[in-house]
């Protein structure tokens, strides 16, 4: 059975004659008739009754008209979409992302992904670099909005925010909870809870290059790869930890319900850019789709780090599926 036989006899279905259903294909009326003949025969079934006078459809005809223009319908329809998706219109995207892409990138991004490519099915996975990393590397992931860029041929990257803030994160308890701003050096006489660098590499080697240049040791008392647990140690010891000003701003520090606050680092201001990541030899064109749809960088810090407002927005959905990993 060929395609093109179904196509011809569900024209000859509609029109109940051969010279016209001829004609609309195309075609001569021998080459039509040989078109379903071949059709009946590799079904096994007479479909068209016809005499000098009438083309009538047979009982198994009628049956199968309506099983054969749902095929036709799946084909198209199929067409279509692999079509869509070798342009990067349609198929899947995984995307990795952190708190500053979700409040700064994302929303415009997926905006403008929904409106111009709204059959595209984006799914949302939070994480720190590191595991977005392993998880671009491993294929589960197809773009990854991290700190800092890779430093392998495997990767491509584009620099989408410049400048992010980092800011102390203490205990509403601690003597600083107060204070506006706190110069870095004061970090010499404060222990700290510091992540793994594999976590987060260009985040831990912000917080250590601005160590470096005020002169000072950083006394690590304690370790904690997640936020979450970051806040929890700072708000029942003395203890500094570090966060980026758009997850301070955006409540993360307290979304497990306990007591912190963030103060700004000046002298200098450690700060941290922000990264599209895709694969080498990338060829899913929904990637590159989505890039297109990311506004050029744009430099967050304000003044002294200032607080970055962004107004209120949530894009239409493009049947998104959210996911979160710490």
Same mark, same amino acid.
Do not use: C
């Given at each position: 059975?060929? &395609?093109?036989?179904?196509?011809?006899?569900?024209?000859? +279905?509609?029109?109940? %004659?051969? /010279?016209?259903?001829?004609?609309?294909?195309?075609?001569s009326q021998p080459s039509l008739s040989s078109q379903l003949q071949k059709l009946e025969k590799s079904l096994g079934v007479r479909l068209v009754a016809r005499n000098s006078h009438e083309v009538r459809l047979t009982s198994a005809g009628r049956e &199968?008209? $309506?099983?054969?223009?749902?095929?036709?319908? %799946? *084909?198209?329809?199929?067409?279509?979409?692999?079509?869509? $998706?070798?342009? /990067?219109?349609?198929?899947?995207?995984d995307i990795g992302y952190n708190m500053p892409a979700s409040r %700064?990138?994302?929303?415009a991004a997926l905006a403008r992904m929904s409106a111009e490519h709204p059959d595209v099915v984006v799914s949302l996975w939070e994480k720190r670099t590191?595991?977005?990393? =392993?998880?671009?590397?491993? /294929?589960?992931?197809d773009i990854a909005l991290v700190?800092?860029?890779?430093?392998? !041929?495997?990767?491509?990257? @584009?620099?989408?925010?410049?400048?992010?803030?980092?800011? +102390?994160?203490?205990?509403?308890?601690?003597?600083?909870?107060? @204070?506006?701003?706190?110069?870095?050096?004061?970090?010499?006489?404060?222990g700290c809870v510091m992540f793994s660098r594999d976590q987060c590499p260009a985040m831990y080697d912000s917080i250590f290059g601005a160590a470096s240049d005020s002169r000072i040791s950083l006394d690590v008392?304690?370790?904690?790869?997640?936020?979450? !647990?970051? !806040?929890? *140690?700072?708000?029942?010891?003395?203890?500094?930890? &570090?966060?980026?000003?758009?997850?301070?701003?955006?409540?993360?520090?307290?979304? *497990? /319900?306990?007591?912190? =606050?963030?103060? @700004?680092? =000046?002298?200098?201001?450690?700060?941290?850019?922000?990264?599209?990541?895709?694969?080498g030899g990338e060829v899913n064109p929904a990637v590159f789709s989505f890039l297109d749809c990311v506004d050029d960088s744009d430099e967050l810090e304000r003044g002294e780090g200032g607080p970055v407002t962004v107004p209120p927005h949530v894009p239409r959905p493009i049947s998104v599926r959210i996911g979160r990993t710490r």
């Open positions: 059975m060929e &395609f093109r036989h179904l196509v011809a006899f569900i024209t000859i +279905a509609e029109e109940l %004659h051969f /010279g016209r259903a001829a004609s609309r294909l195309h075609l &199968f008209v $309506t099983q054969a223009r749902l095929i036709v319908s %799946h *084909m198209e329809r199929a067409t279509r979409i692999a079509k869509a $998706t070798a342009d /990067g219109r349609s198929g899947t995207l %700064h990138v994302l929303p590191g595991p977005q990393l =392993v998880d671009l590397a491993g /294929g589960t992931l700190y800092g860029h890779p430093r392998t !041929a495997d990767f491509r990257y @584009r620099l989408v925010l410049r400048k992010i803030p980092l800011v +102390a994160v203490v205990g509403k308890g601690h003597r600083w909870a107060g @204070r506006a701003a706190v110069p870095f050096a004061e970090l010499a006489t404060q008392a304690q370790t904690a790869d997640d936020p979450g !647990a970051t !806040a929890h *140690m700072v708000s029942v010891k003395p203890l500094v930890g &570090f966060a980026s000003l758009p997850r301070a701003n955006s409540g993360g520090l307290d979304a *497990m /319900g306990v007591n912190t =606050v963030a103060v @700004r680092l =000046v002298d200098p201001i450690p700060t941290i850019d922000l990264y599209a990541v895709w694969r």
